[in-house]
C-alpha cells in the first residue's frame, strides 16, 4: 500500500514561490507503475487537479496553471515536489499528493492527509 | 470552471437509496474511465468505484457506479448517517494535456 505525507509552509506571501514536497512510502517514485500527482482543494470547493509527473520524465499540468507549476520526482529520497511561483490569494487551499497506477481504468487510490497553504503578505 | 458536472447536492432518509449523476464529454467520460470518490469531513478523498463500476477492496456493495455515454452514476443503497459526506467523481482526461478531471462534487445528507 502507498503512503503518502506532504510537507511545506502553512503560509507564503502574494508573488512568492510555494515549494511542496510528499515523501512516499511503499512504491518508488521511480516505478513506471505511476503518475505522481498534485491536487488541490480551496476551502469549500471542488478538487483541482494540479499536475502529474511519470518517471519516464512525462510531466502534464493543468493549463491554468501551466507557467507557474513545475512537479519533479526526487529518487535518492523517495519523494516528489511541487514549485507554483507568483502566488496570489487564489492558489489558497489544500494541497494533496496522490498517486494514481496508469493503467488507464484506475483512480487515485492514495492520497496524503493534505497540507492546507494560505497565501497573504 | 469544472469539467464534470455534478448536482451540488442530494439528501434521503436512513435506509434509502441516492443516486449522484456525473456529466462530462468525449473528451473525458465518453472515451475514458471513471472513478468515485468520497470525502468525509476534515479528511482526504477516499476512493471507491474505480473503471467506471468496480470496488476497491473493502468498500461495500452498497456503492455502485455506472456509466452510458458521456455521463456517470454514483449509487448508494442502504443510506447510513455515516455516509454523509463529498461525493467527487473523476475521469482521465484525453484532450489539452490535463491527464485528469474531477466533478463539482455533490454533498449528500442523511
Known amino acids: 500500500q502507498v503512503h503518502l505525507q506532504e510537507s511545506g509552509p502553512g503560509l507564503v506571501r502574494p508573488s512568492e514561490t510555494l515549494f511542496l514536497t510528499c515523501t512516499v512510502s511503499?512504491?518508488?517514485?521511480?516505478?513506471?507503475?505511476?503518475?505522481w500527482s498534485w491536487i488541490r482543494q480551496s476551502p469549500g470547493k471542488g478538487l483541482e487537479w494540479i499536475g502529474c509527473h511519470h518517471s519516464s520524465g512525462s510531466t502534464f499540468y493543468h493549463p491554468s496553471l501551466k507557467g507557474r507549476v513545475a512537479i519533479f520526482l526526487d529518487a535518492s529520497k523517495n519523494q516528489f515536489s511541487m514549485r507554483l511561483t507568483s502566488v496570489t490569494a487564489a492558489d489558497s487551499a489544500v494541497y494533496s499528493c496522490?498517486?494514481?497506477?496508469?493503467?488507464?481504468?484506475?483512480?487515485?487510490?492514495?492520497w496524503g492527509q493534505g497540507t492546507l497553504v494560505g497565501v497573504s503578505s | 470552471q469544472f469539467v464534470l458536472t455534478q448536482p451540488p447536492s442530494v439528501s434521503a432518509a436512513p435506509g434509502q437509496k441516492v443516486s449522484i449523476s456525473c456529466s462530462g464529454s468525449?473528451?473525458?467520460?465518453?472515451?475514458?474511465?471513471v472513478s468515485w470518490y468520497q470525502q468525509l469531513p476534515g479528511t482526504a478523498p477516499k476512493l471507491l468505484i474505480y473503471?467506471?463500476?468496480r470496488r476497491p477492496s473493502g468498500i461495500p456493495a452498497r456503492f455502485s457506479g455506472s456509466k452510458s455515454g458521456t455521463s456517470a452514476t454514483l449509487g448508494i443503497t442502504g443510506l447510513q448517517t455515516g455516509d454523509e459526506a463529498d461525493y467527487f467523481c473523476?475521469?482521465?482526461?484525453?484532450?489539452?494535456?490535463?491527464?485528469?478531471?474531477f466533478g463539482s462534487g455533490t454533498r449528500v445528507t442523511v
Open positions: 473523476g475521469s482521465w482526461n484525453s484532450g489539452e494535456n490535463v491527464l485528469y478531471v
Open positions: 468525449s473528451s473525458n467520460i465518453g472515451n475514458n474511465y
Open positions: 473503471d467506471n463500476n
Open positions: 496522490a498517486a494514481i497506477l496508469t493503467a488507464i481504468a484506475a483512480g487515485y487510490a492514495s
Open positions: 511503499g512504491a518508488s517514485v521511480s516505478s513506471d507503475s505511476y503518475y
